[in-house]
């Protein structure tokens, strides 16, 4: 029958609906069920109500409704719903009752009987205002809506009903049955936890007039790449299964089971047995953690005051103390006011200060806790006159709350040689008075140190971190030039200064002797030594070609500019991101453009640059006497080091593919390859292995595997939903990532890609007003995340360089632990 358009307010429902709410609510929430037969006065319905099995209190309403030919998925539908609610455990069954007649929500005793209700509609008007107005109140006093399929094209005028399933199909999009990979992105939710990662299956998939994802709590994503999505398609991030708390009750869709199979398989029944679990209060879910509007992100630090970096200096990393208290460093930039001295005859070259700060959440305020004279205040310009070195990282003792030990990796400039343009890069311990928060500096122990060029920006690295045996993870950059090479390998032997080249890497990141390039560890002793724990890359007395040619301290070489890093301590994974080169596009003759780099290691290793990056995408050779000539393509399961700069092996480890790469062109580039294992390079070729990513500008700035705190009382914490996650971000905000992502335990570690990604662009924003430049991200023991914002420019510090805070306030799982449906049944 056709009914005219309603697009009814709840302002104009009466107070009937109202007083059905009030009605319902004693039921679904614990009051005495309404008979199964029909009070006076009620109509007949065409229900039949089989008793409950095992005497249980629970019920689910099946409607199935269709302003149009009913659907050929609902008979099978409505065997797999009984069939779910009469097996597993006792404390998981329901009783499944079945209608078409929407009389039903006009019924207000009768509709209050049901914990859930199903909508396994087609499409059309289906229900009049009333018997809206009837739904809506069992939503309000608590009641619990599962969609299925077909049910968004149902009542296509009500933009509550909208809300309620929460997108609408958008024309375009496919209309055959296709298999296609759906990526379970929710490993807690009863609905999902028990799917496999990469589910592959077919149905008929929909696309949506308005991406839902941030305004409902996404379970899982259907894969674009693995069918065909028609003209309509919504891109990487597209949601195929939700939930939300909405309207006082609890609303979950899912866009499959569009067919009569798709209810036969035992994987998509799981998933309603966990759809229902959740809406008829059978078990308490988290619907609220991907919902942007409950994260609030703060700056909570203040522009400097005129001349003075009191509050921030130029950012570059940061770290939160066991008691919540934040320190983070500034590389060494001054005040944009002041000269930046790049004379090197001046002996005051380059001199900045490395600051240290302190922020307390408890009284909200900022301590210049210290300041050290660093190198790194050479900034602008081209590459033999900016440079990159400074106060680069900064950790904490892991008995930081007893002995106040601080650990800074710079570069003083007291130990600069302005005839060499030689260096010296420093890991030392400080002692902070944890009463006054304040560093000093005549307590310094120099644990580790070692040269570096400073004639020639750029790529110092600088991030620390500690595994769960306290041992230390030190991330240093190449220490090379990113010209000279064509934006690709840097590996021209030709350009040096007296003698030490500065545009091959291959006597940094791939020389077995030399602590650049590198990410070393080591395990520091409480006299302000350290030893070489074992498992590293080297031992440091390996005993072929001659000896003397590697150092213990290295566990990762071949990385390029390893800002950030970050060991997750339940796991001892350490997680690394590295900027790539400069080339815009791939090159048929010298092979792939920058790839920013995001690893997850497992185990010491060779991570290829610059002979190899991505998933083993080699380069081209290079060498003296005519370095503008290409050679032979490098090997990525034996590379060798021929530099005339390498002072270490020659036979390298074998390159580890890494876990994520991205260009100007996408994410996860990849090509055909030839016989012998060399891409074509061509980008009318290439494949793009993970769409959720894109370069152009880019830095990448690894962030940290987010670990949730059961025991905390914290209002603030992030939910247990991220639990294990990783973040992976980049400097800038534009097509970036700014991403959680999950990676397979099976393939982590060995170049496996990840199976799930979603954007944080909302939750940890971008834009003007947001966070523009996002320089570091830690998780605080609050739960709270905090991220430093750059600012603006370059080699200063800026009125928008910003500590700032995101906190989450969605607040527990639903429905409320005392109102679980066996608790209101035993009442």
């Known amino acids: 029958m056709h009914r005219a358009p309603h697009h009814r307010s709840r302002s104009r429902r009466g107070a009937a609906a109202a007083l059905a709410a009030v009605t319902m609510a004693a039921s679904l929430l614990g009051g005495t069920a309404a008979t199964a037969e029909p009070q006076p006065g009620e109509p007949r319905t065409t229900l039949s109500i089989p008793s409950p099995p095992g005497g249980a209190h629970v019920r689910v309403l099946v409607f199935h409704a269709s302003a149009t030919a009913e659907s050929p998925t609902v008979n099978a539908g409505i065997a797999a719903i009984e069939t779910i609610g009469q097996s597993g455990p006792a404390a998981q069954q329901f009783a499944t009752e079945a209608t078409d007649d929407a009389s039903v929500f006009t019924n207000a005793r009768k509709l209050g009987r049901y914990n859930a209700i199903v909508f396994l509609t087609g499409g059309g008007d289906v229900l009049d205002p009333e018997q809206e107005a009837g739904l809506e109140a069992y939503m309000e006093a608590g009641g619990g809506f599962l969609g299925i399929h077909d049910a968004a094209r149902t009542e296509p005028y ?7 399933v ?21 490993r807690q939710h009863p609905a999902t936890r028990q799917l496999p990662l990469n589910w592959k299956r077919p149905d008929k998939w929909l696309n949506w007039t308005v991406n839902p994802s941030g305004r409902v709590h996404t379970v899982a994503r259907v894969k674009e790449s693995t069918y065909r999505p028609g003209t309509s398609a919504n891109g990487w991030d597209h949601p195929v299964s939700w939930c939300r708390d909405y309207d006082g009750g609890r609303s979950f869709y899912t866009g499959m089971g569009g067919t009569a199979e798709s209810f036969a398989e035992t994987d998509f029944r799981d998933h309603l047995r966990g759809a229902l679990m959740w809406t008829t209060r059978l078990a308490r879910a988290d619907c609220k953690a991907t919902i942007n509007a409950h994260y609030t992100a703060e700056r909570v630090t203040r522009p400097n005051q005129p001349g003075r970096n009191d509050q921030i200096g130029e950012p570059h990393g940061l770290v939160a103390a066991p008691d919540g208290r ?9 005040d944009s006011s002041l000269p930046v001295v790049t004379d090197w005859d001046d002996p005051g070259i380059g001199k900045g200060k490395g600051e240290i700060h302190v922020y307390d959440p408890k009284t909200g305020k900022v301590q210049l806790a210290g300041e050290l004279t660093v190198f790194g205040n050479k900034g602008g310009g081209g590459e033999l006159t900016k440079n990159e070195e400074g106060l680069l990282g900064i950790e904490l003792d892991p008995d930081f709350l007893s002995n106040g030990w601080v650990y800074l990796h710079y570069t003083p400039h007291s130990r600069i040689n302005r005839d060499t343009h030689m260096a010296e890069r420093y890991v030392s311990r400080f002692t902070l008075d944890l009463a006054t928060d304040k560093l000093d500096l005549a307590s310094e122990k120099v644990l580790l140190k070692w040269p570096v060029q400073i004639h020639s920006c750029c790529h110092a690295g600088g991030g620390m971190a500690w595994d769960s045996q306290e041992n230390l993870y030190i991330a240093t950059g190449d220490n090379n030039s990113s010209g000279f090479s064509g934006g690709y390998a840097g590996n021209n032997p030709e350009p040096h200064f007296k003698g030490v080249s500065f545009a091959d890497a291959r006597r940094t990141s791939g020389n077995t002797n030399n602590l650049n390039g590198k990410i070393l560890r080591i395990h520091p002793e409480d006299d302000g030594t350290y030893t070489i724990p074992g498992g590293n890359l080297f031992t440091g ?5 001659g000896g003397g040619k590697t150092r213990g301290e290295i566990y990762v070489m071949g990385v390029r500019n390893p800002a950030r890093i970050f060991v997750d301590q339940q796991t001892d994974i350490l997680y690394a991101g590295w900027v790539g080169p400069d080339a815009g596009a791939p090159s048929t003759t010298w092979g792939p453009a920058k790839y920013d780099t995001f690893a997850a290691i497992t185990k010491a290793g060779n991570h290829g640059w610059p002979y190899c990056m991505g998933n083993n995408q080699p380069y081209r050779d290079r060498n003296l006497p005519d370095p503008s000539k290409p050679l032979g393509w490098y090997d990525c399961a034996r590379p060798k080091n021929e530099s005339p700069h390498n002072d270490g092996l020659v036979n390298l480890p074998p390159v580890t593919p890494n876990t994520i790469w991205y260009s100007p062109q996408g994410g996860g580039v990849d090509y055909p390859r030839d016989a012998n294992g060399v891409p074509s390079y061509r980008t009318e070729e290439q494949k793009l292995l993970l769409p959720w990513l894109k370069g152009g500008g880019q830095a990448t700035m690894n962030g940290p595997v987010y670990r949730y705190d059961a025991t905390s009382t914290s209002t603030v914490k992030w939910p247990s939903y991220w639990d294990g996650k990783w973040f992976v971000g980049d400097f800038y905000d534009g097509d970036q990532p700014r991403h959680a992502v999950l990676t397979d335990p099976r393939t982590v570690g060995k170049g496996g890609l990840p199976v799930h990604a979603e954007s944080l662009k909302k939750i940890v924003p971008v834009g003007a007003d947001g966070i523009r430049n996002l320089m570091d991200w830690k998780f605080a023991p609050d739960g709270s ?17 910003a500590l700032w805070r995101v906190t989450y306030r969605g607040g527990e799982a639903t429905p409320a632990a005392d109102g679980l449906a066996r608790k209101a049944a035993a009442q």
């Open 158 to 164: 009500s933009d509550w009903f909208t809300g309620l």
């Open 166 to 186: 929460g997108a609408r199909p958008a024309p375009g999009g496919p209309t055959t049955v296709q298999r296609a990979t759906v990526e379970v992105g929710d």
């Open 326 to 334: 934040i320190l983070y460093i500034g590389r060494g930039g001054a």
């Open 541 to 545: 007395k390996e005993p072929d070609e």
């Open 785 to 801: 995340l905090y991220v430093l914002d750059y600012g603006r420019g370059f080699f200063t510090s800026h009125s928008t360089s």
